[in-house]
């Protein structure tokens, strides 16, 4: 099976979506389709062996939709153009149609003398001449509405204002063409609707056009982040083309970015973008990273560094060594993960969704409806004027785009504003949960301190020297993979102790590790394993210690102690004003750790925690999750660690570290890209701004045609005598389109 996100040309509203996922969701080999109108595009698992994207673009196409398999943004912006162009010409005549229209209104009231009989026959034989041309030109998307209802029995927005605006200009030219014969018997139905066709054809390109500009601003992030790709390399490769090292004969050569292969030494000079992902192997300098970091603050680095594909160095000169390229760089991992979250759906939509599947036929229902209302209850003479004026109103004014644009828009704008503050958002369910978190859960190493402890005190009892004691330790450490044991590992190196073999090397889950140096059995863990191991130890010892928040990592054989050293980890300088900021939104914190109980109740007295649960396996995370949701709460939890990945699954939503371990980032529905725990806050304030917006975004688009239906349909008539004219329901939902996206854009300029 083969998912992927493809670009639909031809959308014109909600119920568009609505007919592509159930024309698609009919052929085989689909497994899953999902259709976004705000972005245009739908994501489509399908087995390859079956079908192709070409086929299924070819079941779509009769419907008035295609694939945009070759995504072009000069044709797009030059279609832009076209259409700006026509609305352009449309607009003077529009205005000339309204300034007519309404110097009859006013002479009627005697606000202005009654029109001039030489002026009113010229209107009379302008207007037709216009109305052919909007229709015919402008309008040629809605006739082609029409004619795919007919054909196909599809119907979208296009059919709604194609029906609506052909029936006003036919009636209107049958008036035009048969007037001395109509006046003899239906004097009171003489009245033309071109100024209809005219006026409400060209608001509704024109909100077209302003709802497509103001869309291309909400999918704005993509293009950013698009633009900071590197388009060319300069690398060091041998006088054969193969990456080498100037010691090795190579040269300098600039090569497009697409030709950058594993282990090319790239030479980076001031102001340069970096191309692929890599790690720096000679020269030093500071690199900009705000565009994975939000940090505005250049970054050192040095030899051993590793360096992002996008971030701009800023001073010195290097080289790095290329480890990641094309799709496994973190730019293009970022992009994936925007493009992807900006695609989906949150649950909220599924009401809009539904209801804009069968949203066009009930109104088509509606309108006929209220034509025949007015038939039966005004008779010929007023029933075909106001009927007229009701069926073209309800058609025009009830079309979905304003609620299928409601929640796409905002999700767009969100994730894209996640994206710039370094906040990456797997998909939109997982932005609309976090908004309900009343819970967070955090783990301590590497979310709220560094997660780079360092050896800082050693308490040696055997006879062994102080050298040959760490040797043991570090040797063991250097099979495990937890951060305190990098930190045993590091102080050996930076010691020069040696590190020699260990044999039948085992991880003790949640409590240590165990192997063989030099013949001998050796354990190295907490105070857990040590009571496992039923060793006689005076744990009052290490309490000084723990008490100032550091862990203990005792030696041990099976007969005796041979002491312990402690690692320290510093908390972060945000954890503080991160867990003070949570407890304003009403969030509740705990942290659950393997870590030492002392050295967690310390952490967690220093930043303000509200509850720790310490020295707890991966399992126990995962208990306590599914503890705290079975009792009403909606719980995020937040690390980055191997460990962490099944309590990271079973939140609601899970939020990993970027500076952790790649399955925590693949089980969480969240990354934070620095590792900066503030980002958390941020995360969650931006899915409560998102939320609101998508919610503000509904009651307008509910409000307009709740309100705006009955009244074009005339159900206000006989109590207060207000009939909505078609003229101001095109208005009304051109706004509708642009008033929604323009609330969503305003999520940008929101501060987090």
Known sequence: MEESIYKIKGMHCASCAGIIEKTLKKEKGISFVSVNYGNESAIISFDESKTNIQILSGKIKPLGYSFDLEK??????????????????????????ILFMAWEILSKYGVLPEIGEVPKWFFHHL????????LFVLGKPYLLGVYRFVRHGKANMDTL???????????????????????????????????????????IALGKYLEVKSKKKTGDAIEKLLNLQAKTALVVRDPEGKPASYGAGGKEIEIPINEVTHGDFIVIKPGVRIPVDGILTEGNSYVDESM????????????????????????????????????????????????????????????????????VPIVLVVAFLSLIAWF?????????????????????????????????????????????????????????????VDIIVLDKTGTITKGKPTLVDIENFSKKTDEEFLSILAT?????????????????????????????????????????????????????????????????????????????????????????????????????????DLHKLGIKVIMVTGDDERAAKYIAGVTGIDEVVAQVMPEDKLKKIKELQENGHVVVMAGDGVNDAPALSQADVGIAMATGTDIAIESAGITLLSGDISKLVKAIKLSKITMRGIKQNLFWAFFYNVVGIPLAAGL??????????????????????VSVVSNSLRIKAKKL
């Open 72 to 97: 072009d943004e000069k044709k797009e912006d030059s279609e832009l153009k076209t259409m700006k162009e026509k609305i352009m010409t449309a607009v003077p005549i529009a205005i000339i149609s």
């Open 161 to 203: 204002i194609g029906i609506g605006t052909s029936v006003a200009f036919l009636y209107s030219f049958i008036i035009s063409s048969f007037g001395e014969t109509l006046l003899k018997n239906y004097s009171s139905i003489l009245h033309s609707y071109y100024d209809v066709t005219i006026v409400v054809i060209t608001f």
């Open 292 to 359: 994975i970091s939000g940090e505005p603050m250049p970054v050192s680095k040095k030899v051993g560094d590793v360096v992002v594909a996008g971030t701009l160095n800023t001073t010195g000169a290097f080289i790095f060594k290329a480890t990641k390229i094309g799709s496994e760089t973190m730019l293009a991992h970022i992009i994936k993960m925007v493009e992807d979250a900006q695609g989906s759906k949150a649950p909220i939509q599924a009401l809009a969704d539904k209801i804009s599947s069968i949203f």
């Open 476 to 580: 063991l450490e250097n099979k495990s993979e937890h951060p305190i044991a990098h930190a045993v590992v590091n102080y050996a190196k930076e010691n020069d102790i040696k590190i020699g073999n260990v044999s039948d090397f085992k991880n003790i889950e949640g409590k240590g590790i165990v192997g063989f140096v030099n013949e001998t059995e050796y354990f190295v863990g907490n105070t857990k394993l040590i009571k496992d191991l039923g060793m006689p130890f005076d744990f009052s010892a290490i309490e000084k210690y723990t008490m100032e928040g550091k862990t203990p990592v005792i030696v041990a054989t099976k007969n005796e102690i041979l002491g312990f050293v402690m690692v320290s980890d510093e908390i972060k300088n945000e954890s503080k004003k991160a867990v003070a």
């Open 127 to 134: 207007m037709p001449i216009f109305a052919t041309y909007i």
């Open 376 to 436: 039966v209850f005004g008779g010929i003479s007023m029933g075909l004027s106001y009927g007229l004026m009701s069926f073209v109103g309800v058609l025009v004014i009830a079309c979905p785009c304003a609620l299928g644009l409601a929640t796409p828009t905002a999700i767009i704008v969100g994730v894209g504003k996640g994206a710039r503050e370094g906040i990456l958002i797997k998909d939109a369910r997982i932005l609309q949960k976090l908004h309900e």
């Open 716 to 737: 206000f008539y006989p109590l207060f005598g207000w009939l909505l004219s078609p003229i101001f329901a095109g208005l009304a939902m051109a706004l509708s389109s």
